[in-house]
């Protein structure tokens, strides 16, 4: 062999490397989204609101006109409601202290009114907008996900 073949070699044995590597990282993300998503609908099947959290999110809607809107912005998060048929609270997630910003946004649902439970039948999904608050060792960035006492 030459050294032109032994580098064309080398490329392609690269090029494919790399391409396996791409494949094998999109692949794992959407692993968790379909177990996240799977997680959402079997709460949603199974849950209803407390009477108190029926009120609460009578006042919610109402305060929307029954339409999607805006709930709460901080620097660390929004929070809104999605009107049905996707019928929902989301809380998107911008800080990098994802655990603090969860806890922060259930906090602030459970002053409104709802309980814990409420949350998780309503329900509430978390979406992380911030590529900074991306765990090394969990992948949610742009994944929803229940609290993480739901599941």
């Given at each position: 062999?030459?050294?032109?073949?032994?580098?064309?070699?080398?490329?392609?044995?690269?090029?494919?490397?790399?391409?396996?590597?791409?494949?094998?990282?999109?692949?794992i993300?959407?692993?968790?989204?379909?177990?996240?998503?799977?997680?959402?609908?079997?709460?949603?099947?199974?849950?209803?609101?407390?009477?108190?959290?029926?009120?609460?999110?009578?006042?919610?809607?109402?305060?929307?006109?029954?339409?999607?809107?805006?709930l709460?912005?901080?620097?660390?998060m929004?929070?809104?409601?999605l009107?049905?048929?996707?019928?929902?609270?989301?809380?998107?997630?911008?800080?990098?202290?994802?655990?603090?910003?969860?806890?922060?946004?259930?906090?602030?649902?459970?002053?409104?009114?709802?309980?814990?439970?409420?949350?998780?039948?309503?329900?509430v999904?978390?979406?992380?907008d911030?590529?900074?608050?991306?765990?090394?060792?969990?992948?949610?960035?742009?994944?929803?996900?229940?609290?993480?006492?739901?599941?």
């Amino acid at each position: 062999m030459n050294k032109k073949q032994i580098i064309i070699l080398i490329s392609v044995i690269l090029v494919l490397t790399l391409i396996l590597a791409i494949f094998y990282l999109l692949r794992i993300p959407q692993g968790q989204l379909e177990k996240n998503v799977e997680a959402i609908i079997s709460v949603q099947e199974r849950g209803a609101l407390s009477e108190g959290g029926e009120v609460t999110k009578k006042n919610i809607v109402d305060s929307l006109g029954g339409k999607t809107g805006v709930l709460l912005i901080t620097d660390s998060m929004e929070i809104g409601y999605l009107d049905p048929p996707d019928e929902r609270i989301m809380v998107f997630v911008l800080d990098k202290d994802v655990e603090k910003t969860e806890s922060d946004a259930i906090n602030w649902l459970l002053s409104r009114g709802f309980s814990k439970e409420d949350l998780c039948n309503f329900p509430v999904i978390f979406s992380i907008d911030n590529p900074e608050a991306q765990p090394e060792e969990e992948y949610k960035l742009s994944t929803n996900y229940l609290p993480p006492y739901c599941l």
